[in-house]
T-cell receptor
Framework: GAGVSQSPSNKVTEKGKDVELRCDPI?????LYWYRQSLGQGLEFLIY????????KSGLPSDRFSAERTGGSVSTLTIQRTQQEDSAVYLC?????????FGPGTRLTVT | GEDVEQSLFLSVREGDSSVINCTYT??????LYWYKQEPGAGLQLLTY?????DMKQDQRLTVLLNKKDKHLSLRIADTQTGDSAIYFC?????????????FGKGTKLSVKP
């Protein structure tokens, strides 16, 4: 079946611009996660959605980062006023139980 | 806080066994995972072990868990060049079965023909 999909696969933006990254989880998965992967910091948790519960935002690095999950399915991660240190691969994962399945990621480059 | 440590590099010859080691700090972790990442790709879930087990075998993969020492290992038998990748160890947090994962920095496995 279809896995987790993310778009765009690559995004180049100028410092100070806003960006939106999209994640389509596996159908029926109630949990959705965003992580960031960078050379210096490795894999970092950003935010976690579980069903209709309030999201766990404890990993968001600043208030420039936000995420929504509409209708319990698709999620959008928004980064406002991008900075060069936001350059990374943004990974989305979804799960029905405890096993998290990852998408291919969006590579964000801030110039 | 929680932390997961792995050695950064491992080099083996094709056909040999590879053993990738990991230590973790959260004794309440319910599950521990191994993920594989090939260049330019996302993370592929390889296998996992429940915290009340000490060994799990899945084809060429064997996971060993020493809960007392908080040590996890992944053994790949008959390593092939296609196994060359970065391997990440991860633990769940908060002692639950869902919730975010904490990852190690990854071990880059190089398989020489």
């Amino acid at each position: 079946g279809a896995g987790v999909s993310q778009s765009p696969s690559n995004k180049v933006t100028e410092k100070g611009k806003d960006v939106e990254l999209r994640c389509d989880p596996i159908s029926g998965h109630t949990a959705l996660y965003w992580y960031r992967q960078s050379l210096g910091q490795g894999l970092e948790f950003l935010i976690y959605f579980q069903g209709n519960s309030a999201p766990d935002k404890s990993g968001l690095p600043s208030d420039r980062f936000s995420a929504e999950r509409t209708g319990g399915s698709v999620s959008t991660l928004t980064i406002q006023r991008t900075q060069q240190e936001d350059s990374a691969v943004y990974l989305c994962a979804s799960s029905a139980t405890h096993e998290q399945y990852f998408g291919p990621g969006t590579r964000l480059t801030v110039t | 806080g929680e932390d997961v440590e792995q050695s950064l590099f491992l080099s083996v010859r094709e056909g040999d066994s590879s053993v990738i080691n990991c230590t973790y700090t959260d004794s309440s972790s319910t599950y521990l995972y191994w993920y594989k990442q090939e260049p330019g790709a996302g993370l592929q879930l390889l296998t996992y072990i429940f915290s009340n087990m000490d060994m799990k075998q899945d084809q060429r993969l064997t996971v060993l868990l020493n809960k007392k020492d908080k040590h996890l290992s992944l053994r790949i038998a008959d390593t092939q060049t296609g196994d060359s990748a970065i391997y990440f160890c991860a633990e769940t947090v908060y002692g639950g079965s869902q919730g975010n994962l904490i990852f190690g920095k990854g071990t880059k496995l190089s398989v020489k023909p």
